[in-house]
T-cell receptor, first 115, second 110 residues
Framework: DAGVTQSPTHLIKTRGQQVTLRCSPK?????VSWYQQALGQGPQFIFQ???????QRGNFPDRFSGHQFPNYSSELNVNALLLGDSALYLC??????????????FGEGSRLTVL | GQNIDQPTEMTATEGAIVQINCTYQTSGFNGLFWYQQHAGEAPTFLSY????GLEEKGRFSSFLSRSKGYSYLLLKELQMKDSASYLC???????????FGAGTRLTVKP
């Protein structure tokens, strides 16, 4: 049973560039959430996708956008990269039918460094 | 909003018991979660509390008091592999996201 997989694991970009991160949820899961984790901090919620639509969004600028595909996989896009966007980007999947009691299953993350 | 506070660091001895506290301020929530995160790895789910009281799962237990906005994670018979960050998180009522504290970095020493 494959868990949550993310790619790439590491990448380096320069300011102003754009990046796309990818996530495949745990088998059977239909909901994908994206989090940003700065060094020494807890994960911060970016947004959540369900049924190919953004269901909820955290306090992140419009430079952060996403997409969910019919197979439930998801992408996170960040435009006009800033130095402060350097972080570990975590994808988490869950099952909508579990409602609010369902735990999140996290991938290993994509570590983005912006120079 | 939700302010979630946890100690930044803790140190304990192998074989001992350690309690990691978490306090939060929220007008309502759908549950409190604890996650473990080893350095460079993904957070993994440890426990979930929605009602007051203690939930026990092997060496790990989690307690919740909703009236006090307080939870703790209790780790017994500490092992070296328990050295990790422990994240407290709440799921606000009416929201699908999960709000995390900054985490408590636990170091287990021989």
């Amino acid at each position: 049973d494959a868990g949550v997989t993310q790619s790439p694991t590491h990448l380096i970009k320069t300011r102003g560039q754009q990046v796309t991160l990818r996530c495949s949820p745990k088998s059977g899961h239909d909901t994908v959430s994206w989090y940003q984790q700065a060094l020494g901090q807890g994960p911060q919620f970016i947004f959540q996708y369900y049924e190919e639509e953004e269901r909820q969004r955290g306090n992140f600028p419009d430079r952060f956008s996403g997409h969910q595909f019919p197979n439930y996989s998801s992408e996170l896009n960040v435009n006009a990269l800033l130095l402060g966007d350097s972080a570990l980007y975590l994808c988490a999947s869950s099952l909508a039918s579990r409602g609010f009691t369902g735990e999140l299953f996290f991938g290993e993350g994509s570590r983005l460094t912006v120079l | 909003g939700q302010n979630i506070d946890q100690p930044t660091e803790m140190t304990a001895t192998e074989g001992a018991i350690v309690q990691i506290n978490c306090t939060y301020q929220t007008s309502g929530f759908n549950g409190l979660f604890w996650y473990q995160q080893h350095a460079g790895e993904a957070p993994t789910f440890l426990s979930y509390n929605v009602l007051d009281g203690l939930e026990e799962k092997g060496r790990f237990s989690s307690f919740l008091s909703r009236s006090k906005g307080y939870s703790y994670l209790l780790l017994k018979e500490l092992q070296m592999k328990d050295s990790a960050s422990y994240l407290c998180a709440v799921r606000p009522r009416g929201n699908n996201d999960m709000r995390f504290g900054a985490g408590t970095r636990l170091t287990v020493k021989p």
